[in-house]
């Protein structure tokens, strides 16, 4: 008898909840984009690091971007650096062309738009500039960073930039 109600009660609540699980009438939400997440299939990315023959006497590290500026015509380029020496000054820019190459395609934007970077007593330096160019869709591109204006032909740290996901 226990069985039989069983099985009885199997054959009614099987199919309820198969009916419920696939139901056709069921709308979910609709899928919802930010500007934030648009913005990321149009960003370049580079991990910046110091070149390995200066190991033992540099170490910087840190990050940069490209991406179309939020507020108008033109690029931001943006680079994050850690690791470096407290209070120093360095210069920085985006180059055509990748880290140790040479000869590379100069600069990408007059070089008097980067502003120093201004290294705090946390080792920490972050610099953004806004170029009046259109960001590429292609090509290779690298953001170098020197030991000092008057030191410029040494490379403290490098990075090449990664090409946005389509």
């Known amino acids: 008898m226990f069985a039989h109600s069983l099985s009885r009660s199997l054959a009614v609540a099987v199919p309820l909840l198969v009916l419920v699980a696939c139901n056709p009438f069921r709308r ?8 934030d997440d648009a913005a990321l299939n149009t960003r370049w990315h580079a991990n910046v690091a110091s070149p390995s023959a200066l190991a033992g006497v540099v170490q910087m590290n ?31 820019e985006m180059r055509l062309g990748q880290c140790g190459t040479t000869p590379d395609g100069g600069p990408f ?13 946390d080792g920490r330096a972050t610099a953004t500039t806004t170029l009046p160019i259109a960001t590429p869709q292609s090509g290779r591109y690298y953001v170098v960073v020197r030991a000092s204006q008057a030191n410029a032909t040494t490379v403290v740290a490098c990075g090449n930039l990664a090409p946005p996901t389509r």
């Open 62 to 92: 840190g990050a940069a971007s490209m991406a179309p500026s939020a507020t108008g015509p033109g690029t931001v380029v943006t680079l994050d650096l850690a690791n470096a020496a407290p209070g120093g000054l360095h210069p920085w």
């Open 28 to 35: 979910e939400g609709a899928v919802q984009m930010s500007a």
């Open 109 to 121: 934007g007059a070089g008097s738009l980067y502003e120093p970077l201004e290294v705090g007593s």
